[in-house]
Nanobody
Framework: QEQLEESGGGLVQVGGSLRLSCAASGRTLSAYNMGWFRQAPGKEREFVAY????????DYADWAKGRFTISRDNAKNTVYLQMNSLKPEDTAVYYC???????????????????WGQGTQVTVSS
């Protein structure tokens, strides 16, 4: 059974950092471009970051640039999201996702992602 599982969320103070991980079972992540999304309470799920199979090309939501870094370790079948200088508005459930149709053009198209993790909660306290 193919599965994505996020971890690393938690409670952090404003200005703090967290590193989220997305591990895969039953699927070789190195073959897929990957995305991170988030959903804050009462809001729609939104795009956070994208990375290609090799990790060479990365892209971010405008608000994430300079604070968040997406990376991957294909040997560990894991994708990461390093989040620095966290703000209260970063409070959300964070999801990783993947799909065969995902590329730089479609990276924000949630309906094209085939597999999603269950999410990990990030709470930033002020």
């Amino acid at each position: 059974q193919e599965q994505l599982e996020e971890s690393g969320g938690g409670l952090v103070q404003v200005g703090g950092s967290l590193r989220l991980s997305c591990a895969a079972s039953g699927r070789t992540l190195s073959a897929y471009n990957m995305g991170w999304f988030r959903q804050a309470p009462g809001k729609e799920r939104e795009f956070v970051a994208y990375i290609t199979t090799s990790g060479i090309i990365r892209d971010y939501a405008d608000w994430a640039k300079g604070r968040f870094t997406i990376s991957r370790d294909n040997a560990k079948n894991t994708v990461y999201l390093q989040m620095n200088s966290l703000k209260p508005e970063d409070t959300a459930v964070y999801y990783c996702a993947t799909g065969r149709q995902i590329n730089r053009t479609t990276m924000k198209s949630q309906t094209l992602y085939d597999y999603w993790g269950q999410g990990t909660q990030v709470t930033v306290s002020s």
